[in-house]
Each structure stands twice: as C-alpha cells, then as structure tokens.
C-alpha cells in the first residue's frame, strides 16, 4: 500500500448509537468531521494518562452562547487540572449564575435602539446592560472584602473570588473551580467586567494590584513541577499563548537555572476547537505543527486541530465523554498553591 494512504474511509450509516460511539466513528470519515472524531480520540489518550497535567485555554463568547455550563463540567469532573481564561468568559457566566438571562436576537437587529433600550449585543444574543451592571456590581463588592493596596496573582484573586461566590451560593466556573482545586489563571482579566469594576474602586480610593510577573510565575511553576503537560484549546487568543509559553519557560528555566541546554518539556496531547485559520499569521490561528518549532508542542505529541465553531464542538465532545464513561485515570494534585491563601 501507498505510504500516504492512512486507512480506508468508512462510511456512516444512520444507526442508534451513542455519541460516544458516533465521535469515534467519525474519525474514519472525512474532512472536520474527521477532525473532530481525531480530536476526541486524543482527548480520551490525555485522560487516561496518569502522569499528565492538563490545561483548558477558554476564549471567545463562550459564556453568552449557553457554553458556560459545559465548561464548569469539564472543572467539576477533573478533565481538566488548570485553566486559563479570559475575563469575560469567567464573568458573563455570572450574570445568568445570579437569575439573569442572555436572550435570542436577530444578527440584523437595529443596534442603535438596543442601545436605547440597554441591551448589549453579541452577534445574536443580547443582555440587559442594568443586569450586566449588577454582575459587575458584585465583584466591586468582592474588591471591597479585600485589604486596600493587596497584591494578587489572578490565580490568588480568582481563587478568593470563587470562594467568595460559593460562600453566597452562586455557581460559576470560578466557584466550581475553588471547590474541585483548579486554579483560574486570567491573562488579560481586566478587558472584561472585572477592570469596570476594579477600576471604578481604584477611583474612590481601594486600590489593589495585580502582580502578572507573579501570576506567569505560578503559571510555570505548576508546568516545571508536572511529570508531562497538555493542552484543551477553546479558541485561541491569549489564553492560548499563555499556555503555550509554559513549555517555552519550562526550557529557559533549565538552560538558565541547571545549564541544561536543547531540553525541552513540550506538551503531548494537544487539542483546538477553533475558527481562525493559519495564513494570517497570528497566534490563534497558529497550527499545532508550527508551535513545534517554538518548542511548545512536541514533534511526537498526539494534537489535531478542528476548524469548528465551538458552541458545536463542545456539546458533542462533553456528551461524548459521558455516554463513554471517559474519566480522568489521575489528577493532578496543585493543592500547593492555595495553601497561603487558606491563611488569609
């Protein structure tokens, strides 16, 4: 047989199976549905190794789409042992986790009357901006509870945050994340709700700071002290580069700190949902193939990339998993990092 040919394309039948058993059959198929069955193939090989930290990067409007819940499953369950998030996604769950509603729209609808009417539009869903305002509202009040000048990694800030929450019984992805042990990092929190509410604090005296030398620091530790790390891509942006320098550091530190040079700990499994493609050069839509030469993936890494939107994606892949009963073969154990904070 010819070297390029990689196996036979079997075709699907409609049949009852489970999604499970769909996912796996659509690996022998074509074109993204191919990549998709691909990718939750090497999903199912990071969890069930034992030896493997595993890191969700969550970008784009996943909060507002009705994505929230998947992703706060994906904490509670242990799939995954960090996340890195930007602001908005661990914000706007919060405004449905306290009875507000993300409504239906029209992608025509006219914006200058929403702006009228305080609705704030996301392509075809929109928000009451008063109610937005009252999530924010709610962190202010959290900001408040914290010593005036205190310095925090996100990390440190979302980890009191999620407590802070779970304490008044309201259930986001943050206080899902304090109980199971997952640290929240957040690169960019501030271009989100979180900066309108700190920065309106800031402005009638309580100050605090958030260190992100401290925060990458956390961030790397968590890679140097993991036996192998791996990557569940929602989107890309920063989240996803955040991530990826975790191997880049991991190298720096070994050829600066022990004079150990071409050593490398890449990531080995490698997934990513998104809708960026490569030719234009950035960050997001960067293939997992180009991240090889950087030192971030390794040559040898189980990774495939699906070109999906992910409010498609995620709901397959996470009932997937459950009709499946996939499950994490071991955990990692970052209890380390929160054991300062319990003193405060």
């Known amino acids: 047989m010819e070297e390029f040919i990689l196996g036979e394309v079997k075709t699907l039948e409609v049949k009852e199976r489970t999604v499970h058993q769909l996912l796996l059959e659509m690996s022998d198929v074509s074109f993204q549905g191919r990549a998709l069955g691909e990718a939750y193939r090497v999903l199912i090989d990071m969890f069930e190794d034992s030896d493997n930290t595993i890191f969700m990067g969550l970008a784009g409007s996943m909060s507002t789409s009705g994505m929230w819940r998947i992703v706060k499953w994906f904490v509670e369950n242990r799939y995954v042992d960090v996340l890195v998030s930007t602001g908005a996604n661990i914000s706007e769950d919060i405004v449905e986790a306290m009875g507000f509603k993300y409504y239906k729209t029209y992608p025509t609808v006219d914006d200058a009357k929403l702006l009228e009417r305080k609705f704030d539009r ?197 009932h997937g998993l459950v009709s499946g009963g996939v499950k994490r073969r071991r955990t990692a154990d970052l209890s380390w990092l929160f054991s300062e904070l319990e003193k405060r």
């Open 122 to 318: 996301f392509y075809d869903t929109v928000v009451n901006e008063l109610e937005y305002r009252r999530m924010e509202g709610l962190i202010g009040e959290f900001i408040e509870t914290l010593p005036e000048g205190g310095v925090y990694s996100t990390m440190e800030f979302l980890y009191l945050f999620g407590k802070f929450l779970n304490e008044k019984g309201i259930d986001s992805i943050v206080s899902a994340a304090y109980r199971a042990g997952v640290p929240v990092f957040s690169p960019a929190l501030v271009d989100s709700g979180y900066g309108i509410a700190a920065v309106l604090k800031y402005r009638r005296g309580h100050r605090i700071v958030l260190d992100m030398v401290k925060d990458f620091a956390q961030l790397v530790e968590i890679g140097l002290r993991s036996k192998k790390i791996s990557a569940i891509y929602i989107g890309g942006g920063v989240p996803k580069d955040y991530v990826n320098l975790v191997a880049v550091a991991n190298t720096l530190v070994a050829e600066y700190e022990q004079g150990e040079h071409d050593y490398y700990k890449p990531l080995e499994y490698v997934v990513q949902f998104t809708t960026d493609s490569p030719q234009w050069g950035g960050l997001s839509g960067a293939t997992l193939e180009e991240a090889v030469s950087w030192g971030k993936v390794s040559p040898r890494a189980k990774k495939r990339v699906v070109y999906v939107d992910a409010t498609i994606a995620l709901p397959l892949i996470s």
